[in-house]
């Protein structure tokens, strides 16, 4: 059983909008929710530990030199997508601490980057790159990477 803040679905008001969310370590508002809280961690709020699971894999992320030692994540948020699903261009939020990484696991998709990027259609994102995310990728963002220009995951081709 998971705690209440932990498992999230979105509100379905346009068609590939939205993921499920399960949050481990803190809880993180993506909009004011409904007792005002800003988008951000929510400090009073607790959600589920990170798994022994993901925490092994953290810990070979350090070892294999993926990840630096000295920003070990004690949050995690794992995505699950249906097909058509996307996230708009956004930068991620500075209660996350930088380096963060994004681990790709059912699927492969892109990733779009760029300091202007363009709403073309539902699901569909213009930006001056596009990163191949396959299935067992890590991409870490750091620098003007995570805090300059947005990214966007379009509309994926299947769930992931």
């Known amino acids: 059983q998971l705690r209440e803040r932990t ?3 979105p509100r379905k ?18 909009a004011v929710d409904k007792s005002g ?3 951000g961690i929510v400090r009073d709020e607790e959600v589920d530990p990170i798994p022994p699971l993901f925490k092994a894999a953290i810990h070979r992320m350090v070892r294999w030199h993926v ?34 990484c994004t681990v790709s696991v059912l699927s492969e ?8 990027l363009k709403i073309l259609g539902p699901g569909e994102f213009g930006g001056s790159t596009a990163i191949p995310l396959p299935m067992g990728s890590v991409l870490i ?13 379009p509309a994926v081709p ?3």
């Open 158 to 160: 299947s769930k992931r």
């Open 109 to 116: 998709c892109n990733i779009i980057f760029g300091s202007n």
């Open 7 to 9: 498992y999230s679905e």
């Open 67 to 100: 990840l630096p030692p000295s920003c070990i994540p004690d949050s995690c948020i794992v995505n699950i997508y249906e097909e058509g699903n996307c996230i708009p261009p956004h930068i991620d939020h500075h209660d996350f601490l930088r380096p963060f």
């Open 37 to 39: 809280n800003p988008p």
């Open 141 to 153: 963002l750091n620098g003007n990477g995570a805090d300059v220009a947005k990214h966007s995951v």
């Open 13 to 30: 008001w346009m068609r590939g909008k939205g993921r499920v969310t399960i949050q481990f370590g803190c809880c993180y508002n993506y």
